[in-house]
């Protein structure tokens, strides 16, 4: 057994409030837009990543959920990969002391703790992981900064993925794409009630995948024009509105901006519908659930939002979550929720809706429409993670 190299890191999902949907540059996956996310808890959501490297491997090797997936030359995976090992090989000539190991194979081994292509931005976590654990791998002097423009070749949503808290990814104007990386807005602590409702609608593949649809978008759809013009305004307020702790603010520009990505996912020829019946009726729900409280006199407490693909993740502060569970569970009943992600200890959770609301805005569907539940809030970004956590055994095979 030959001396090896090794390091484990976990990375976070993000879930984006202003969208990005469109590349100038599919390449080096540089954006027509800048865009701005939420990190989410790792504690329920995370990839998890280890990667080793050792004189006697003879290929780069890689396995995502226990399976073994290509490294295409040239594509994603080898540019980050590639990416890593150039920057050892930069620590390794600068200094004759390091450790000589940047020209050995490396196996990986990456593991989403959630179901892969369910549009829980797996490759934004998975990206973020694979490049973060090869950064603690190569023990390189990176930033953040400078790791969000490798993991953006990867996936571009996993820039964001390099940060806890609020992060923006801003587009750049660089040919080369040395500006256009992701920075932190405000971390987690600055607005830590910010909380999570993953409604899972679908855990299937979803059918138009986020790379092709946003070409098919920016190659066909004149309304995306107009989505181009009104991103910046939105960017300055939303991140207004963080700073503020606004979230009146924040979920109004939240909801414009995830109807404004499904109204050219609409005007893409031929078109694109993320969104079902399911994600429709949380739109009215949650449209109902906010006009209540405006009519009031109050503010909005809670946003939808909705990626590729028909699941809603709904943002809302921590105090309103217990009323959004028990409206969502009026029109979506659930099977159980002794799954890992229980929302409130042993506590029964029945379908309940706050007074006034108008029950009818959507109809009760059956059990098994909305699946599961995430209760989650805004979180750290990536970890490292003891070697007890590493997912290779001593072969260098997955455990
Ligand atoms: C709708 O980052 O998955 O989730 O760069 O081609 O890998 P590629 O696309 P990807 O697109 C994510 C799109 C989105 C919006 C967002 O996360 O901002």
Not at 20 to 37: M, V
Not at 41 to 64: G, K
Request: a neutral charge; one cysteine or more; aromatic letters at 8%.
């Amino acid at each position: 057994m030959s001396k090896y190299f090794q390091a484990t890191a976990s990375a976070p999902v993000n879930i984006a409030c202003i969208k990005y949907w469109g590349k100038r540059d599919t390449k080096l996956i540089l954006p027509t837009n800048s865009s701005l996310s939420v990190t989410l808890s790792q504690d329920h959501l995370r990839s998890t990543t280890t990667s080793r490297a050792d004189p006697s491997f003879t290929e780069d090797t890689i396995w995502l959920n226990g399976k073994l997936d290509e490294i295409k030359p040239g594509g994603r995976l080898s540019t980050c990969i590639d990416a890593m090992r150039r920057a050892r090989e930069e620590v390794e000539d600068a200094d004759p002391k390091a450790e000589k190991f940047s020209q050995c194979k490396v196996h990986i081994c990456s593991y989403n703790n959630f179901p892969t292509a369910a549009g829980l931005a797996s490759s934004a976590s998975g990206f973020a992981a694979l490049v973060y654990s090869l950064a603690k791998l190569y023990q390189l002097p990176a930033s953040p900064k400078d790791l969000s423009i490798i993991a953006r070749q990867g996936s571009g949503s996993a820039c964001r993925s390099l940060f806890g808290g609020f992060v923006a990814w801003r587009e750049g104007t660089a040919p080369d794409g040395s500006d256009s990386f992701a920075e932190q807005v405000a971390p987690e602590i600055a607005w830590s009630d910010m909380h999570a409702l993953i409604c899972v609608v679908s855990d299937d593949k979803k059918g138009t995948s986020s790379t092709a649809g946003m070409q098919r978008t920016v190659e066909t759809s004149t309304l995306f024009e107009q989505r181009k013009a009104v991103v910046p305004g939105r960017m300055r307020a939303i991140t207004e509105a963080i700073h503020k702790r606004d979230f009146d603010q924040f979920a109004e520009i939240t909801m414009k901006d995830s109807n404004s990505f499904h109204a050219v996912a609409l005007d893409t020829d031929p078109p694109i519908f993320y969104l079902n019946d399911v994600s429709r009726a949380i739109i009215a729900i949650v449209t109902e659930y906010n006009r209540v409280s405006l009519d009031a006199g109050g503010k909005r407490k809670a946003a939808y939002t909705f990626d590729a693909g028909p699941n809603a993740v709904i943002y809302a502060p921590k105090e309103n979550i217990k009323e959004i569970v028990e409206m969502i569970v009026e029109y979506f009943p659930q099977e159980s929720f002794k799954d890992t992600f229980a929302l409130f200890g042993k506590e029964d959770v029945r379908g309940r809706l706050v007074r006034g609301f108008n029950t009818g805005v959507a109809k009760r569907f059956e059990k098994g429409a909305v699946k599961t539940l995430i209760h989650t809030s805004v979180g750290d970004g990536p970890r490292v993670r003891g070697s007890e956590e590493g997912l290779l055994g001593e072969n260098g095979l997955p455990k």
